[in-house]
């Protein structure tokens, strides 16, 4: 059974950084382009970033250009996304997948970014 358990939120004050991680279980990430999504509250879940089969590769989403990175380590089945000058409207829960969504969603971690 494919397994994502997503780490590392919690609250900031604006300006303020965190660095997320998403731990795959039953699935081999080397396999798929891995991407970050988010979902606010009362809005669509969005795709942050993508990153490649081998990390070469990235796209993010244009509200979190220059300030988000994705990158990934392959051999220890991980995905992170470090997040940096971080603002209200980041306020979401995170989520790991690959690119196209195909697995059930993890539980996600929820970030909130507020004075």
């Known amino acids: 059974q494919v397994r994502f358990v997503e780490s590392g939120g919690g609250l900031v004050q604006p300006g303020g950084s965190l660095k997320l991680s998403c731990k795959a279980s039953?699935?081999?990430?080397?396999?798929?382009?891995m991407a970050w999504f988010r979902e606010a509250q009362g809005k669509e879940r969005e795709l942050v970033a993508r990153?490649?089969?081998?990390?070469?590769?990235?796209t993010y989403t244009d509200s979190v250009k220059g300030r988000f990175t994705i990158s990934r380590d392959n051999d220890k089945n991980m995905v992170w996304l470090q997040m940096t000058n971080l603002q209200p409207e980041d306020t979401a829960v995170y989520y790991c997948?690959?690119?196209?969504?195909?697995?059930?969603w993890g539980q996600g971690t929820q970030v909130t970014v507020r004075s």
């Open positions: 997948n690959d690119a196209l969504q195909s697995w059930n």
């Open positions: 039953g699935l081999l990430l080397r396999h798929f382009t």
């Open positions: 990153i490649s089969v081998a990390g070469d590769a990235t």
